[in-house]
């Protein structure tokens, strides 16, 4: 733990002011002495294992309730950004429609990629939309034909596939292409799971490094799997929510990734 953000009494310091603690209602919390806790943080002795794992599951309940710091953190006014994930929370369509229709409104080619069990119709109707959207401008692909490759997730492929399909959109005169994953399939099969992660990281990386694609993976609220649910969270800048898009105080952060690791010990 030292390597990734110093010492371990400093890792401890950092959830404290991440959670809005002082050092004695941390203590209350982990049921020690508050000169045990600014023991730990002087690195003048260290938590035992028990307390870790609390204090990380502490960071991560926080972390993982997302309807709450989205709904207390103001949202940003912009039109563009990397990418971002929408949870898959009440009203989700009115913002799924309102990200789609303004991708179309700017000039975008907009990309909805749905799962197989859901039809295009079914997808137009449930968001209230109806099929006079410009055909050129707009097109499904299905979950399956971008993610896998004879029945398996094949990362390298669907990167590929992506960037062949961007290239093409910039040829037919689009200046982006705004992106729509339907991902909750992926996200609730547990064989996918890290496939999901590591995807993710390399999809962070693809997004950042240029500037003609972006949009939105739709996943479902943190759950059971929690180590998943920490790394989705990790890897994404934006939170898109009914206000617009949040920035993610919880993005590329070293305190979760370490707390997440406690967690499952």
Same mark, same amino acid.
């Given at each position: 733990m030292? #390597?990734?953000?110093?010492?371990? #009494? &400093?890792?401890?310091?950092?959830?404290?002011? &991440?959670?809005?603690? $002082?050092?004695?209602?941390?203590?209350?919390r982990l049921r020690v002495h508050w000169v045990t806790i600014s023991r730990w943080e002087n690195d003048r002795g260290e938590p035992k294992l028990g307390c870790l794992k609390e204090l990380a599951r502490l960071y991560l309940d926080q972390a993982l309730d997302?309807? &709450?710091?989205?709904?207390?953190?103001?949202?940003?006014?912009? *039109?563009?950004?990397?990418?971002g994930i929408l949870y898959d929370v009440p009203g989700m369509e009115r913002i799924v429609r309102r990200f789609l229709l303004q991708g179309i409104s700017l000039g975008y080619k907009v990309v909805y990629v749905?799962?197989?069990?859901?039809t295009p119709e079914q997808v137009l109707e449930r968001l209230g939309l109806d099929d006079n959207i410009p055909e050129k401008q707009f097109q499904f692909l299905k979950l399956q034909e971008v993610f896998f490759?004879?029945?398996r997730i094949v990362l390298g492929e669907v990167l590929w596939r992506t960037r062949r399909f961007t290239e093409q959109a910039m040829a037919q005169g689009f200046r982006r292409v705004r992106w729509?994953? %339907?991902?909750?399939?992926? *996200? $609730?099969?547990?064989?996918? *799971?890290? %496939?999901?992660i590591a995807y993710e990281y390399m999809s962070d990386s693809v997004f950042h490094s240029q500037h003609r694609s972006h949009g939105v #993976?739709?996943?479902p609220l943190p759950g059971g799997d929690r180590a998943l *649910?920490?790394?989705l969270l990790c890897r994404h800048p934006w939170v898109l929510t009914s206000q617009g898009p949040v920035r993610n105080p919880y993005y590329h952060d070293a305190v979760l990734c370490q707390a997440r690791s406690l967690e499952g010990w």
């Open positions: 030292g #390597g990734r953000s110093g010492s371990l #009494g &400093k890792w401890v310091q950092e959830v404290r002011t &991440k959670l809005g603690l $002082n050092q004695f209602e941390l203590a209350q997302v309807r &709450k710091w989205t709904s207390e953190i103001p949202p940003v006014r912009v *039109a563009l950004f990397s990418h749905h799962p197989e069990e859901e490759q004879r029945g729509i994953a %339907d991902m909750r399939p992926l *996200a $609730n099969n547990p064989r996918h *799971a890290c %496939d999901l #993976g739709i996943y *649910a920490t790394c």
